[in-house]
């Protein structure tokens, strides 16, 4: 672990950012330099030696750990993707109900170092570490955050206890959970919180007949999973966080899922928003993701993998008809505030999944929701570690003008259901299951809470709003742009 200078706790802070996304936003270009920050700099300049590999730049510090890029490409569609996390919080950073003058916070995999510069940002009381493999993070970063270069998977070496861990998008990077979440344990003050916000595998579509066997995008999402399990990555495991979490000791355990529309073909301003950065997103991180895997891994040559990804931008571009979408699951636990005396499986993971539904489907199932609730809730719900479990209604966008036609359905018990209570607000009672893997819709029963419309209009074109931004390394991008060319070719 390479330390930091000390925070400077004391310093005046500045004020915290709106908690509005702005598409126009221009802070990106302040995370796009190199720039060497002093912490590191005078440390060791190892972790600039920085690997090239396939026109893509790769982390030095513990060589190889991490398969994905470091480079430009990468830390854009990082601080992109950090807008659609925010954008599916409705503006916030984390969901664990933290005091707002918290201490120390820890932020692990913290890559371009956005959450942690925009937490130190709004928790001034805060000093707020990020940890990375890479030093990718600006120099220009509030007094009260500061970053380390550390593998996070060996020992963790702290001076103080934290009140809050984050972690984010890591389900590529962390291969010992159980690990992990010990270490996170012992280094959490009592009291103190875990959040992880994990974007989950496989892909997922919501159409019945469409299989990996026709979709190279499905595809690619069996071959990451594929690969990465070669190297110890389970590309599922955010589903499997609950009797971990549990086991270790944490309780008050929360998860929620929220889907991610991959395109803009979901109903509702929001969900358009959110899929086109996810859609943009995607495009970048397909490359990310695959070209050191699929070649270090599934021995593929460069030139197959970036002429599979052709034919995956290709149907993600053209095959409108093909609603694809991801999850993402955020957790939340709580370290006893009496550490060590807890009975862990006393308590109950509460589990959500989000709507993607329109703003006022949502109202009206809320005004259901609640009409049903005063009627028939039992006195268990209002016992602590309630479960609310919002069921999920993916809903397709009709053409411009039409009404939409889905009904608001009753939510039917499903296998996740079994496991967990079937409406707001109701106990568990059963300990700590992990979230059962939700398989494609085609494989399913069908669910009543994903509603499908066959959708009758062309996706809107999208704009890739950062690509004035990209500017890879000057030699990377030459050989990259040769690939480039050859993939170009194979898209039109
Ligand atoms: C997908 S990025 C997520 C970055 C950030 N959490 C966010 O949401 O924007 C994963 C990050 O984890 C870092 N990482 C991977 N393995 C790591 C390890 N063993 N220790 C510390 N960081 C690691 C990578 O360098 C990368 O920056």
Known sequence: MFAPGANDNDAESSSGPSLEIDTDNDRDSAFGGDNQS???????DSVYNYKYENGRRYHSYAEGKYPVPNDEIEKDRLDLQHHAFRLTLDGDLYRAPIPKDLQHVLDVGTGT????????DEHPSAAVIGTDLSPIQPTEVPPNCSFLIDDIEQEWIFHNKFDFIHTRAMVAAIKNWDAFFKQAYTNLAPGGFIECQEITFPAMCMDPAITSDMSPFLRWSDLFIEAAGKIGIDGKSAHKFGPK??????????SKTYKWPVGQWAKGGKMKLLGKFVFEDCMDW?????????TRVLGWSREEVEVFLASVRKELKEEKHRHFYARVVVWYAQKPREAGTSDASAYDIA??????????ERTARFRRDEAAAAASAPESAKSPGALADTTADLSIASPPGEIPTEAIKEPAPTTEDSLVAASADQEMTTPGPEIPEETQ????????EETIEIPKTAEPSVTAPTDAAKTADTEAAKTASEVADTAAKIDA
């Open 38 to 44: 002093s912490y590191t700099m005078s440390v060791t």
């Open 113 to 120: 170092g956005i959450w942690a510069i925009e937490f130190a």
């Open 245 to 254: 979490l549990q086991e270790r000791g944490f309780t008050n355990i929360h």
């Open 286 to 294: 397909l490359p990310s993701s695959a070209l050191g895997l699929f």
């Open 351 to 360: 589990k959500e999944e989000e709507s993607l539904e329109s703003d006022e």
């Open 441 to 448: 819709p085609a494989q399913e029963e069908s669910k009543p």
